[in-house]
């Protein structure tokens, strides 16, 4: 019954080092996707895929790279990470128009 | 231009009281979807409610109801007798295509016992 798992769920790292957040969904879904949810705000589109080797930029992508090797995962990259990156990242997965199911987050902190 | 608007920042309500949380909504595309998330304090976002926009009739999901008024532009969540397992935060989102989803910037609900 895991659904969408996110790991790693906290980490805090250093202005210009590197990470890979990963997604995994075990519902067979089509569409991934990565939010950020910043203090006091909703969440914002960072990347999306639509498909297994295809992804696509959301409203806020610049700064992050995704990749969508497998179907069951979609991976989130930070190449140099800015003190702007810190945030509560999100991955959630669906079919296509239907309700996204989202992880329990990763809280990331850019010192 | 497309957004969510939700001017409620925190709500207080009596338990067992209903509530009516606001959301209006701003498009010209014909077709989208929008959706009502809870996150609780916890941190997780967990779907409640989701109303297509040739949909007919209110959507309802236990004691969750989607009052869809399309010509004010509106999608307010209504949630009957209250608990205070409700206390969290609520999003409205609107889906237009699967790069352009907007969330609300979210209501605070607190229940009081």
């Known amino acids: 019954n895991a659904g969408v798992t996110q790991t790693p769920k906290f980490r805090v790292l250093k202005t210009g080092q590197s990470m890979t957040l990963l997604c995994a969904q075990d519902?067979?879904?089509?569409?991934m996707y990565w939010y950020r949810q910043d203090p006091g705000m909703g969440l914002r589109l960072i990347h999306y895929s639509v498909g297994e080797g295809t992804t696509a930029k959301g409203e806020v992508p610049d700064g992050y790279n995704v990749s969508r090797l497998k179907k069951q995962n979609f991976l989130l990259g930070l190449e140099s990470a800015a003190p702007s990156q810190t945030s509560v990242y999100f991955c959630?997965?669906?079919?296509?128009?239907?309700?996204?199911?989202f992880g329990d987050g990763t809280r990331l902190s850019i010192l | 231009a497309q957004k969510i608007t939700q001017t409620q920042p925190g709500m207080f309500v009596q338990e067992k009281e209903a509530v009516t949380l606001d959301c209006t909504y701003d498009t010209s595309d014909p077709s989208y979807g929008l959706f009502w998330y809870k996150q609780p304090s916890s941190g997780e976002m967990i779907f409640l409610i989701y109303q297509g926009s040739y949909d007919q009739q209110n959507a309802t999901e236990g004691r969750y109801s989607l009052n869809f008024q399309k010509a004010r532009k509106s999608a307010n969540l209504v949630i009957s007798a209250s608990q205070l397992g409700d206390s969290a935060m609520y999003f409205c989102a609107m889906s237009l295509s699967a790069s352009k989803i907007i969330f609300g910037s979210g209501t605070r609900l607190s229940i009081r016992p």
């Open positions: 519902m067979n879904h089509e569409y």
């Open positions: 959630a997965s669906s079919y296509w128009e239907q309700p996204q199911h």
